[in-house]
């Protein structure tokens, strides 16, 4: 007698462990259709083995975000659980992925700053470079060598 549509001992026998990168094959229904949609990442925890309660939490990143679902393990809602690649850690629960996906994204925000700062910097000093005029030293009154056009101030391009 079967209690559940969902293959239990297939499920067990699949040995998943924190650091395998998994894709799970997921049922959403839609205006009374069904479909499978995949998620795909990395497993950082699962909690409570393979019992009948057990859940495993997948992890990714999509369009830049971090994203993470708790999958409970013998859900009728998960049609196929693949295992795509297996690595070797450390711990079995890797949380910190977190903290090291946010100190690369800050590190690689900051080096856009830089680069976006350097381009204002050399735009600025071409600019320079382009409007200097020769001066004219005090004193000589040639009127061959003396600046006859008005002076105009010269509004800076650039505000910060």
Do not use: C, W
């Not at 699949?14 to 094959?25: E, F, I, P």
């Not at 196929?80 to 079995?92: F, H, Q, T």
């Not at 470079?129 to 060598?145: A, H, I, Y």
């Amino acid at each position: 007698m079967e209690f559940t549509p969902v293959n239990t001992e297939a499920r067990k026998n699949l040995r998943m462990k924190s650091g395998d990168t998994v894709r799970v094959m997921q049922k959403i229904e839609e205006k009374g259709k069904t479909r499978l949609q995949p998620f795909e990442g990395i497993i950082i925890s699962i909690k409570h083995g393979t019992e009948p309660g057990a859940t495993f939490t997948v992890r990714r990143v999509a369009k830049g975000y971090g994203v993470e679902k708790i999958f409970p393990l013998y859900t009728p809602m998960i049609d196929s659980i693949e295992i795509i690649k297996r690595s070797k850690v450390r711990r079995s629960k890797l949380y910190y992925i977190r903290d090291t996906a946010l100190k690369q994204i800050k590190k690689r925000m900051k080096m856009m700053f830089v680069s976006i700062k350097e381009e204002k910097e050399e735009k600025i000093a071409e600019n320079e470079n382009k409007t200097e005029t020769p001066k004219v030293e005090e004193g000589v009154e040639d009127s061959k060598e003396k600046n006859d056009t008005p002076e105009v101030e010269e509004k800076n391009q650039y505000s910060f």
